[in-house]
């Protein structure tokens, strides 16, 4: 169930009740979502939580208890916060903006809208929060997600941060990301019967200190699950463990089953996985898996993996669901464009002493290029503006020495798709397979080096020469008009 109306920050309420009450609340502005700088000192992120944010913005309405609370507000003085005039116009709020968004499961650079807002100033703004909270935990996790199957090397990997995720809401969130990011599986049951994905799981190490005798404990566990049979070897002693995991498979296959898989969960997990994979085999049980967890990340399995560990499955919780290693994502929504009293549209620029806060002023889209079956760059430009030619140069604006110019002759998307025009949805996500399907084709699609750990590629994502330029003389108009004052 998406939240509702006010699953937003209080100012945005008290700034919509100042539209309204200035009379600009129907002024038509372009707002974008988009982040300064890729997570995890990475090449690049993978888009996700835009089928949530739909959801939000689908049921996007006012309920009478909603405005009931609104009401029961006050200001500093003991009065009313909210008119009851504009509660009575908040009744009546029907959702009217167009929205643009770029599919789930896109990769995607600092500086691109992610969402692309058209309309009445009122309602872009009210939207602005939940936008925020629906993609940017997600596209962290995402990609967090990302990097750990690609660390992994196409071993599966599965999603059991439940017990450490933040809150229910966060728990089901980071399971659908990190299945887009490509994690095979969940222990998350409920996100798997809310999504569809696959769930997994083995047994705790209380299990084991129930019975006291691990070779006890493992048969009891084989004798009331025969056929989803993955035992938890490192209660007392990891390679003992094994050997009597071996045993029980023995008796499994006696009776027509087999032992799927062990569990490693602490200790020198390269060492251990190789010695376990030693005993297996010598046993005869080949096709017996070895599944790890313990604290994973990225770095962690590359790390198993160059020491020679022999892990068929890595389970991944904390440090996957949390996004460890990047607090949030650091996506912004900023207004770009205002409609004039004419008609007009004027743009609109934000100086910062901070480069990497500037925005970019226009109602922007970004058109990718692939050339020879690897994508060769994005375009960011103003639909503003005239057509872009078929040949076009980009700019970095953080570092304006970074040029590239792109085509003439190369395949061409532009990202961000329409997802509602005037309020109405007019675009149907994907199932969540398909979304998942498209970040792995999306991710082919790249050079290797911005999926490196350290020191990733930079991808050339800038923005085309003409917006640059505009971007530039504004800029220096509000420096100059700054000093003035």
């Not at 933040?166 to 490509?182: E, F, N, T, W």
Request: aromatic share 8%; glycine share 10%; with cysteine.
């Amino acid at each position: 169930m998406p939240p509702g109306a006010l699953f937003t920050d209080l100012y945005q309420l008290t700034m919509a009740q100042g539209y309204w009450r200035t009379g600009v609340a129907d002024r038509e502005t372009v707002f974008h979502l988009w982040y300064r700088r890729n997570p995890f000192a990475g090449g690049y992120a993978l888009a996700a939580g835009m089928e949530p944010a739909i959801e939000y913005l689908r049921a996007l309405r006012f309920l009478p208890a909603d405005l009931t609370f609104l009401a029961s507000l006050t200001g500093a003085d003991g009065g009313a916060r909210f008119d009851p005039a504009f509660l009575r116009y908040l009744q009546e709020f029907e959702f009217r903006c167009d929205v643009d968004m770029v599919p789930e499961g896109t990769v995607v650079f600092p500086q691109e809208p992610l969402v692309r807002v058209c309309g009445p100033v009122l309602q872009a703004q009210l939207i602005e929060t939940a936008l925020l909270n629906q993609i940017n935990f997600s596209t962290l996790v995402a990609t967090k997600a990302a990097r750990i199957c690609h660390a992994a090397g196409g071993a599966p990997v599965l999603e059991f941060g439940l017990r450490r995720a933040q809150g229910a809401d966060g728990g089901l969130s980071a399971s659908r990301a990190a299945y887009i990011g490509g994690c095979a599986g969940t222990s998350n049951v409920l996100a798997g019967q809310r999504y569809g994905i696959p769930v997994r799981g083995t047994h705790a190490h209380s299990w084991v200190r129930l019975f006291g005798d691990e070779a006890e404990a493992f048969a009891r566990y084989a004798a009331a699950l025969p056929n989803n049979v993955v035992l938890l070897v490192d209660t007392f002693d990891s390679l003992r463990g094994v050997r009597r995991a071996i045993a029980v498979g023995r008796s499994l296959r006696e009776h027509g089953h087999r032992l799927l898989g062990i569990r490693l969960d602490s200790g020198d997990l390269a060492h251990l996985s190789r010695e376990a994979r030693r005993l297996l085999d010598d046993a005869g049980f080949q096709d017996t898996r070895i599944l790890a967890s313990n604290d994973l990340d990225e770095e962690t399995i590359a790390d198993i993996r160059q020491q020679g560990g022999r892990v068929d499955t890595w389970a991944v919780g904390t440090r996957l669901v949390t996004g460890h290693g990047e607090g949030a994502l650091g996506g912004v929504y900023k207004l770009s464009a205002v409609r004039g009293a004419g008609g007009e549209w004027e743009h609109r620029v934000k100086l910062s002493e901070q480069t990497a806060k500037v925005t970019t002023p226009g109602c922007l889209q970004v058109r990718r290029f692939r050339q020879h079956g690897e994508y060769a760059g994005d375009a960011i430009y103003d639909t503003l503006g005239p057509p872009l030619p078929q040949s076009v140069l980009i700019v970095d604006p953080a570092d304006p020495i970074r040029q590239k110019r792109l085509g003439p002759g190369a395949d061409t998307e532009d990202l961000l798709v329409p997802v509602f025009r005037n309020g109405a949805q007019v675009y149907s996500p994907p199932p969540l397979g398909q979304v998942r399907d498209r970040a792995r084709t999306q991710l082919a699609g790249f050079h290797e080096g911005i999926k490196r750990f350290h020191n990733p590629h930079r991808y050339p994502a800038g923005l085309e020469s003409g917006l640059y330029q505009r971007r530039a003389a504004m800029l220096a108009e509000e420096r100059t008009a700054a000093r003035a004052e």
